[in-house]
């Protein structure tokens, strides 16, 4: 296999989608709490929608990540860093896919049937009337959205670093260009 100093056009792009598209439903959980119920429930169905795109996008992007190896990180990376990255990677994808699954999960114990940006109905899991598997989801929801919102801080504090304190330009393995 080649060794590279950049990740794959595949990563990157799937990357930088996911992180928008993570960022975008933390918003809309967030930033729609107060809004009356109707409008509110809008803004949650796009939320639902979005949040299985993601799935499906980190369920790709993991499969990918499994075919090809990132770039090495630089040999002058001290080995907490290297250890601190790859927990931080590993959370991520864990996150990727719980967070969106235990959401798509809890709907379907209800059961709330959703629309998939208004095209058709999304599929729900068997486990309808379960009280509940929907309470412990729905905890573990709010628990991994708050989790996922601080991983994202330190992640950006970690590049921010990276760019501005020891100025190694580490953001260009990840820069679509
Ligand atoms: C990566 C994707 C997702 C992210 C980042 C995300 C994030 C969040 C966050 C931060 C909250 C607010 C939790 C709180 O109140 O502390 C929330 C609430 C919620 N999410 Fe998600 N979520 C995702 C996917 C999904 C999916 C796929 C579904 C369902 C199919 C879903 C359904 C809900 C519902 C029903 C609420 C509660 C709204 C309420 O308070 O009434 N989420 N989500």
Same mark, same amino acid.
């Given at each position: 296999?080649?060794?590279?100093?950049? #990740?794959?056009?595949?990563?990157?792009?799937?990357?930088?989608?996911?992180?928008?598209?993570?960022?975008?439903?933390?918003?809309?959980?967030?930033?729609?709490?107060?809004?009356?119920?109707?409008?509110?429930?809008? #803004?949650?169905? #796009?939320?639902?929608?979005?949040?299985?795109?993601?799935?499906?996008?980190?369920?790709?992007?993991?499969?990918?990540?499994?075919?090809?190896?990132?770039?090495?990180?630089?040999?002058?990376?001290?080995?907490?860093?290297?250890?601190?990255?790859?927990?931080?990677?590993?959370?991520? #994808?864990?996150?990727?896919?719980?967070?969106?699954?235990?959401?798509?999960?809890?709907?379907?114990?209800?059961?709330?049937?959703?629309?998939?940006?208004?095209?058709?109905?999304?599929?729900?899991?068997?486990?309808?009337?379960?009280?509940?598997?929907?309470?412990?989801?729905?905890?573990?929801?709010?628990?991994?959205?708050?989790?996922?919102?601080?991983?994202?801080?330190?992640?950006?504090?970690?590049?921010?670093?990276?760019?501005?304190?020891?100025?190694?330009?580490?953001?260009?393995?990840?820069?679509?260009?």
């Amino acid at each position: 296999m080649v060794e590279r100093s950049r #990740y794959s056009q595949v990563a990157i792009w799937l990357h930088w989608i996911i992180a928008i598209a993570v960022i975008t439903n933390i918003g809309l959980a967030g930033l729609t709490e107060d809004l009356p119920r109707e409008v509110r429930g809008v #803004y949650m169905g #796009y939320h639902k929608a979005l949040g299985v795109t993601i799935l499906v996008l980190s369920v790709a992007r993991l499969l990918w990540r499994l075919g090809h190896k990132p770039p090495p990180l630089p040999n002058t990376t001290p080995v907490w860093q290297a250890a601190f990255a790859k927990t931080i990677h590993f959370l991520f #994808y864990v996150l990727l896919i719980g967070l969106p699954l235990s959401g798509w999960i809890w709907m379907s114990s209800a059961p709330a049937p959703f629309s998939y940006f208004g095209l058709f109905e999304v599929p729900l899991f068997p486990v309808a009337g379960q009280k509940a598997l929907g309470d412990a989801l729905h905890s573990g929801h709010e628990l991994a959205g708050t989790a996922m919102f601080f991983l994202i801080i330190l992640h950006l504090l970690a590049a921010a670093k990276h760019q501005f304190i020891d100025k190694d330009n580490l953001i260009r393995r990840m820069w679509p260009a």
